[in-house]
């Protein structure tokens, strides 16, 4: 029976996911549904499907937009062929990107300009990183792994290193330091931004005294699947749901102490009910383990000039 919760502090939304998750609430406040998304604002299905609800209509590509139509782009950010298509239509565009994000992609943009051969540390496919290769794709190659670095055919141009924002920070450090073996001249910036640093020492710090680990996050969270894996690395269990209906209680057998977190694009409101049925199971003592104090805000974009408007 479990006694005890050990809370990740900081757990939850980054300052990225707050600014775009208001961006699209003020949006939808002030204008007539439809207003379009391109992708998800961010990867968290119940936060996705709450805006559905209220007229928010996610796409995956442009051609999928109406004319003249208003268009969020999402924090993961976007490549600029998707820019200038959203420009072709005349669509009215809100920026909702991470400032973190949009920092890698000016660094792409000024490395290729420079003249430099790009390596994106990072998960193909991902959306932030099919923006960021989009900045020069010709230029730029997605590795992920050591085993990606080996593969890596030798080039003339000088090479400059980016990642994803929202890696795996071991990893990330064995990637990057095979990248140096084989190009030792080259040009490294390790974009881990702070939030995904932070908590993935938080799970670390539950995992090692816990039971067993619930991490609150979507399958498509590439940050939530990185904090279950470094949960599990310490050896303990360790489980990714969406919410308390995907528990199963047989993951609690045994376990006196129980380690909770959540993605970056996760509300608080989703671990609320896993909190309640802990203490229904037994749990009396709720700890939070801070490994950071997060201050970080991001101003809203300069599109965004009206006001909210209450409900």
């Known amino acids: 029976m479990p006694h ?12 990225g996911v707050v600014r775009a998750i208001d961006v699209l609430n003020r949006v939808l406040k002030r204008e007539p549904a439809p207003v379009y998304a391109f992708h998800e604002i961010v990867h968290n299905r ?61 660094e792409t943009r000024k490395a290729a300009r420079d003249g430099f051969d790009i390596l994106l540390v990072g998960h193909e496919g991902h959306d932030e990183v099919e923006g960021t290769r989009g900045e020069a794709p010709d230029r730029t190659r997605v590795v992920d792994t050591v085993d990606d670095v080996s593969g890596l055919a030798g080039g003339s141009r000088p090479v400059f290193v980016v990642t994803q924002t929202t890696l795996s920070v071991d990893d990330t450090a064995a990637t990057i330091a095979a990248i140096r073996a084989r190009y030792p001249a080259a040009q490294i910036r390790n974009d881990i931004c702070y939030a995904t640093t932070n908590r993935q020492a938080a799970v670390r ?47 609690y057998e045994g376990a006196g102490v129980v380690g909770l977190t959540a993605g970056a694009s ?14 229904r199971r037994g749990v009396t003592t709720i700890e939070p383990v801070i490994v950071a104090t997060e201050t970080v805000e991001f101003r809203m974009p300069d599109e965004l000039e009206l006001p909210v408007i209450s409900p």
């Open 4 to 15: 005890t919760l050990l809370l990740a502090e900081p757990r939850g939304f980054c300052a």
């Open 46 to 106: 119940y936060v996705v499907e709450s805006f559905r609800r209220r007229g928010a209509v996610f796409v995956d590509a442009i051609d999928e937009v109406p004319l003249g139509a208003r268009i969020v782009f999402s924090a993961h950010g976007v490549s600029p062929a998707v820019v200038e298509a959203a420009r072709a239509k005349r669509l009215r565009v809100i920026d909702a990107t991470c400032p973190l994000v949009t920092k890698v992609h000016l």
């Open 205 to 251: 710090a539950i995992a090692q005294r816990a039971d067993v680990v619930i991490v609150v996050g979507s399958r498509n969270s590439s940050n939530s699947v990185r904090l279950r894996e470094v949960a599990a690395s310490t050896s303990t269990p360790a489980y990714r749901v969406d919410g308390l209906d995907e528990i199963d209680p047989a993951w």
């Open 266 to 279: 996760v509300p608080d409101e989703l671990l609320d009910p896993i909190v309640e049925d802990l203490r």
